[in-house]
């Protein structure tokens, strides 16, 4: 059974960090693109960052020079870290598995930030 685990929201502060990791159970690791896409309030779901198995990585425009996502064969894991939050990006961040024939998504990661 496939299963995706995300870990790491919470309130954060403008200006800071976010951390974000997401443990991937149930797939043959080096098969899948993985990446975070995010789902802010009446607003359609985004790419964050995807990052492909041989570690081709793309990114959003807003994420563009401050973000950093990476996949761990060994955890079997893909993080993303990034920085200069401000309050557009309060969303609700996903984890996610694909080819071109399956996708999988975690349940979602609150992010808020807010002073």
């Known amino acids: 059974q496939v299963q995706l685990v995300e870990s790491g929201g919470g309130l954060m502060e403008p200006g800071g960090s976010l951390s974000l990791s997401c443990e991937v159970h149930?797939?043959?690791?080096?098969?899948?693109?993985l990446g975070w896409f995010r789902q802010a309030p009446g607003k359609q779901r985004e790419m964050v960052a995807t990052?492909?198995?041989?570690?081709?990585?793309y990114f959003g425009s807003f994420a563009e020079g401050r973000a950093i996502i990476n996949r761990d064969r060994r955890k079997g894991s893909v993080s993303l870290q990034m920085d200069r939050l401000k309050a557009e990006d309060t969303a609700v961040y996903y984890c996610?598995?694909?080819?071109?024939?399956?996708?999988?998504w975690g349940p979602g990661t609150q992010v808020t930030v807010s002073s």
């Open positions: 990052i492909d198995a041989g570690n081709q990585r």
């Open positions: 996610n598995a694909a080819t071109a024939t399956r996708n999988y």
């Open positions: 149930g797939i043959t690791f080096h098969d899948y693109r």
